[in-house]
């Protein structure tokens, strides 16, 4: 089934690849994408307080294996004051809750839908078997069924779901309702998250709201002094647009998310809001203690990238993690760039700063009301005992004598038959086509090409950044990734070696519009 053949069903036939081509050139500075502005009336920044999403109690637990339960539903939350907003939320809330787990210990997540919508559910980070790694054709239909039992593709055209529960062509599995989500767990401390993923709707689905925080410790995170409790906190860094009555703005081509997927013409580059929301609050303010703190940056946006810097200037963030868990020993960052789905553990030691401070964390690719991302204000001194030590922990480094073989992957917009498209190596992305085979436990060079901002991330292992554009890594490569920023023109090569499962997994863009426009592969292991 080649499920992508006629991408003018989206309607790009107006289109030519010279002036699909343009539509860049408006983008903002160090962006792929299009701004949408807000109608709403909104709040003065830092006034509104930062919420820190709830952590998420097991529903039982047994000697190997916490299990837990999230209904994804449809709420009405107060993100701008004094307005509300419709949200897909997993458990009705922007974020979803957060689940904690521990390295080695199961966690089996049961995902109710009760939205109007099919889902798919990934968790970003997860060493996780196929089954439960959230491919886009593996969808929880709604509770009381979906009417028409298949699923929307590109232009209406419709794949059959073999009556509304079972295998769909492509091979994947569909349920009614509910489905379990089992998690092993075989990885090292981490910040992941979790996020709809379903195919050619992951754009709006998240944009809605379907995106919460999955950490992970283990015992050699646990033995280190880093500052936890209440200062340990994950900050889900996402850009919206609102209407005047404070409904999300994003240019579906179908509003309802059910027949045609991705969104309107000028979009096509990405979706870009003029509102930034940490933990689902606009520009927020959270008071601190002059003690250390840990924030956990995650970039949860469609398709912003953000140049993060503390004001006042030349303060630093001691960065301690990223991806893939701790680094080997922490750095000293001026900025933190992060691209979608990336993230940064960090450390800032609020006690350089006499109480009543303000310290601003802003967005240098940002402009007016983006460049603005929340503030921190220092309440007063307080007992601190953390630090950050010399060693973290040991990463092991993948060398390029190691590589079995080197694989090319190709970012670029380019014509399918009449009509522009976002392709790999010249391809649309088709669900039951494997584009690799991989051998699991071997190490391989994958090397990733790109026209403009493509942040590659790829499903089942993290990798090592080996090189760019023939050089060494950049600034902010360090540790175990998941999620690359390749800038325009730019050749990046990382050493990945997958392990322990088989199945098919995904390759694709996470600029989210993107992603919903065909920008994804497939590869199988074995």
Known sequence: ????????????????????????????????????????????PHTVPLPVPLVARPVRTDGTTDFYEITQREADVELLPGLRTRIFGYDGIFPGPTIVSRGGRTTVVTHHNELPVPVAVHLHGGHTPAGSDGYPTDLILPTAGWPEHTHAMDGGARMPLAG????????????????????????RAATLWYHDHRMDFTGPQVYRGLAGFHLVTDDEEAALPLPGDDRDIPLMI???????????????????LR?????????????LGDVILVNGAPWPVLEVAAARYRLRLLNASNARRYQLRLAPARTPFVQIGSDGGLLDHPVEQTAIMLAPGERADVVVDFAAFPPGSAVTVD??????????????????????????????????PLRRSQAM????????????????????????????????????GDV??????????????????????LSRRGGGPGPHDLGWKDTVDVVPSENVEVLVRFTDYVGRYLLHCHNLEHEDMAMMAAFQTR
Do not use: C, K
């Open 238 to 256: 996402t850009d919206r647009a609102f209407a005047a009555d404070g409904s999300f703005l994003y240019p579906s081509r179908d509003w309802m």
């Open 405 to 440: 073989r080197t694989r090319d992957w190709r970012f670029r917009r380019a014509p399918t038959g009449e009509h522009p498209g976002w392709l790999i190596n010249d391809r649309a992305f088709d669900p039951a086509r494997m584009d690799a085979d991989v051998t699991l």
């Open 363 to 396: 967005n240098a690719l940002g402009a007016g009301s983006t460049a603005r991302v929340m503030q921190f204000r220092v309440t007063g001194r307080a007992s601190d005992d953390s630090h950050v030590p010399a060693s973290l922990s040991h990463v092991e």
């Open 259 to 271: 027949t045609v997927g991705g969104v309107t013409d000028p979009y096509m580059e990405g979706v």
């Open 164 to 187: 509304g529960a079972g295998m769909p062509m492509d091979g994947g599995t569909v349920t009614v309702g509910r489905r379990d989500y089992t998690y092993p767990m075989r990885q």
């Open 444 to 465: 391989e060079i994958w090397r990733f090409t790109s026209d403009l901002h493509h942040p590659v991330h790829t499903h089942l292992n993290s990798f090592q950044v």
């Open 1 to 44: 089934m080649n499920r992508r053949h006629v991408l003018g069903a989206l309607g790009l036939s107006a289109l030519g690849v010279a002036s699909f081509g343009g539509l860049a050139l408006s983008s903002p500075r160090g962006q792929t994408g299009e701004l949408l502005r807000s109608r709403a009336r909104l709040p003065e």
